[in-house]
């Protein structure tokens, strides 16, 4: 399905572009202080959504509340530990001894705060499979790639292994935003940093902003 656009939440008047400069199709062009979205040219992988800074991109197929839900159905119903594996929907894979696989339009669009929210909510482990090793045709490998990167960044920094995050977190902690919204994600990097008791410092290449740097020593 093609993602649904609120233009009263879009920050493109204020210079935005984010969409624009993940789509692999070109299917966003910014003119004049406004973006403009070619459903022909779309194809649609999902990419535009999961970089919107403002939530105003949505994926109908893939929102971050269906996700949610859907890891969280089947952690609850696994017969002992059970990791996610994030799987392009155009593609396919054989089944895994210990692994469920979580559909989406294509695994470019997972961040890594999803596998993070995975583990948060008690998967033993979770990785996006890149579109090589499931047939998809987007061939966007990179994304999902760099995702895998710089969660096994996040938990190496607070020094911790997958099967630790919820024991760190504490089983009572929640996320007030949703494990894989926009805000819940940054909520629980912040409360990975709180629980660890140090700043957490993730180095990306390819990261449009620079050096991001999460400091528990001195944060309110």
Known sequence: AAPLIDGDRCAASSGCRACVSVCPQDAYTWQDGRVAHDLDACLPCGRCASACPTGAISNPSASPSMIESQVRAIIGTA??????????????????????????????????????????????????????????????DTSADRANRLAAATLQSVGARPDELVGLLGEGWTSPFGYFAQGGAAGLVEALADAANSSIEVRDESAPMGLVEIDQIGRA
């Open 79 to 140: 017969h002992g530990s059970v990791g996610i594996r994030f799987v392009c929907s155009r593609g396919s894979m054989s089944p895994a001894s210990g692994l469920e696989d979580v559909l989406v339009p294509c695994t470019s669009m997972v961040p890594a705060t999803w596998m993070l929210a995975c583990l948060s909510l008690g998967a033993t482990e979770a990785r996006a499979v890149p579109c090589a090793e499931s047939g998809c045709p987007l061939g966007l």
